[in-house]
């Protein structure tokens, strides 16, 4: 489900992620997991060298093996460096692809593994991504399963977000559990920039390019944009609010903002922006 809800077409492309994503795909697990009873028994001997696993297999291991294995165990990271463990949790966080943690996370709050997802909070986080990536996060989580949302977001101690409209609707994006992981969005010269206005869409200003919000259920219901430039500036985006009126919007006001971020960027992209480029 989550692979259909999270890489689904028009939503978050797996081709259209970094090659960091698949880094971990290079990466070579101990063998000896697959004899794991020959693995008990030198184990057990006290003969048996650290296992070396990627954090996909290491995030899937059984409580029991969890048990078996404890400390002797190294993690494979992004590029496949080796990094002991102690006490079952790597000694600092370590850097991964969103899909990555997304996807472990994922399978351990279906499973109620209580202890799996805390590892991944306290001791991984996420890759920084750029503002093109970011802005495909800005994706509804399987919005027809309210259950669902509400256990990710309980679990990841995150607010979710209910809708203003004639239904009491909730949602929660894809963006919200990339900034629990401690996500950052950068440009290519520095801090990104996101504006949004009348228009149920976001435009990263550097790229030109705009993503339309999520559709939800019920009457009359939107995505907040404030909501929306909020868990951008979470992720360490600049963000306008461009207004309400109904000219205001990226297709009319877009010389507004691209103007004063040209000049940013000649002023070695700062991160205080300057109010006097906007006049």
Same mark, same amino acid.
């Given at each position: 489900?989550?692979?259909?809800?999270?890489?689904?077409?028009?939503?978050?492309?797996?081709?259209?992620?970094?090659?960091?994503?698949?880094?971990?795909?290079?990466?070579?697990?101990?063998?000896?997991?697959?004899?794991?009873?020959?693995?008990?028994?030198?184990?057990?001997?006290?003969?048996?060298?650290? @296992?070396?696993?990627?954090?996909?297999?290491?995030?899937?291991?059984?409580?029991?093996?969890?048990?078996?294995?404890?400390?002797? @165990?190294?993690?494979?990271?992004?590029?496949?460096?080796?990094?002991?463990?102690?006490?079952?949790?790597?000694?600092?966080?370590?850097?991964?692809?969103?899909?990555?943690?997304?996807?472990?996370?994922?399978?351990?709050? @279906?499973?109620?593994?209580?202890?799996?997802?805390?590892?991944?909070? /306290?001791?991984?986080?996420?890759?920084?991504?750029?503002?093109?990536?970011?802005?495909?996060?800005?994706?509804?989580?399987?919005?027809?399963?309210?259950? @669902?949302?509400?256990?990710?977001?309980?679990?990841?101690?995150?607010?979710?977000?209910?809708?203003?409209?004639?239904?009491?609707?909730?949602?929660?994006?894809?963006?919200?559990?990339?900034?629990?992981?401690?996500? /950052?969005?950068?440009?290519?010269?520095?801090?990104?920039?996101?504006?949004?206005?009348?228009?149920?869409?976001?435009?990263?200003?550097?790229?030109?390019?705009?993503?339309?919000?999520?559709?939800?259920?019920?009457?009359?219901?939107?995505?907040?944009?404030?909501?929306?430039?909020?868990?951008?500036?979470?992720?360490?985006?600049?963000?306008?609010?461009?207004? /309400?009126?109904?000219?205001?919007?990226?297709?009319?006001?877009?010389?507004?903002?691209?103007?004063?971020?040209?000049?940013?960027?000649?002023?070695?992209?700062?991160?205080?922006?300057?109010?006097?480029?906007?006049?």
């Amino acid at each position: 489900m989550y692979l259909k809800t999270l890489f689904a077409a028009g939503a978050i492309s797996l081709f259209s992620l970094p090659t960091s994503a698949f880094a971990q795909a290079a990466c070579q697990d101990d063998e000896r997991l697959y004899s794991f009873a020959d693995y008990i028994e030198e184990r057990q001997a006290g003969t048996s060298e650290p @296992l070396q696993l990627t954090v996909a297999t290491f995030l899937n291991l059984t409580p029991r093996a969890r048990e078996v294995i404890g400390d002797n @165990l190294r993690l494979l990271d992004s590029e496949c460096r080796p990094m002991q463990v102690s006490q079952g949790e790597p000694p600092f966080r370590i850097e991964m692809p969103f899909s990555t943690l997304y996807m472990g996370f994922y399978d351990a709050v @279906l499973r109620g593994d209580e202890r799996t997802q805390q590892i991944l909070l /306290n001791s991984f986080r996420a890759e920084p991504v750029d503002p093109m990536e970011f802005i495909s996060y800005f994706t509804v989580i399987d919005s027809g399963n309210e259950e @669902l949302m509400e256990r990710l977001a309980r679990s990841a101690g995150i607010n979710i977000h209910t809708a203003s409209c004639n239904d009491e609707t909730k949602y929660l994006h894809f963006a919200d559990l990339y900034v629990r992981f401690g996500g /950052n969005v950068y440009g290519e010269h520095g801090k990104a920039w996101f504006v949004s206005g009348k228009q149920p869409e976001v435009t990263s200003v550097g790229d030109n390019f705009t993503q339309r919000f999520s559709s939800l259920t019920g009457r009359n219901c939107r995505v907040s944009k404030n909501t929306v430039l909020s868990t951008a500036e979470a992720a360490g985006a600049i963000t306008f609010n461009i207004g /309400n009126s109904i000219t205001d919007h990226w297709q009319y006001k877009s010389s507004a903002y691209t103007e004063p971020y040209q000049k940013w960027l000649e002023q070695g992209a700062p991160d205080a922006v300057p109010a006097s480029l906007f006049d």
